[in-house]
């Protein structure tokens, strides 16, 4: 059952991102648009935010799962990409909160770790070491690299389409 509810109260968030922007959605619009408590809103989580972070986590699990040692950041942009236009207004309507730099900083953490753990995974399943300063350096850059230009396109409207965005990007980072 809490299981059930957690879901619940992602997909009410969701909808409601749908049409209102980050800012305006209230606790009380959740529990009164799937009928729950806010007694039990508050026993799954602290606020808002967090449902945000939650469904975050599970979005940056579903577009990495696929990429175990073999990581490819390109991938994975592409993947970001094609999630956030098919949700364009959800995207849109939370990055245009006041809490948007918070948000930001919690996806490009999130792209972080992901990143430093699949190039761990890599240098193991390879039977490499890795020095911790190095592979902090490289994840640290992969991060940047991907949730910077994530967020530029984001900002720009996301008018280019990922396909072709990242036939660009890809163009440009191969000439570097």
Sequence with gaps: MQQFTKKEIKLSTLRL?????????????????????????????HDIYDVLKDIFD?????????????????AVFKKMSENALAKKSIITNIFKSKYSDNIKSYIANSVGDTICSKIKAKYDAEGKKIDDYDLKIMS????????????????????????????KLSNVTRKV
């Design 17 to 45: 991102l749908q049409s209102k922007p980050l800012d305006n959605i209230k606790v009380k619009d959740i529990i009164d648009d799937i009928g729950i408590s806010r007694n039990t809103f508050y026993y799954h989580y």
């Design 140 to 167: 640290t850059f992969y991060k940047h690299a991907l949730t910077g230009t994530f967020f530029e396109w984001v900002h720009n409207g996301m008018r280019v389409p990922p396909k072709e965005f990242f036939e």
């Design 58 to 74: 599970e979005t940056m699990l579903e577009i990495t799962k696929n990429s175990d040692e073999n990581f490819d950041w390109e």
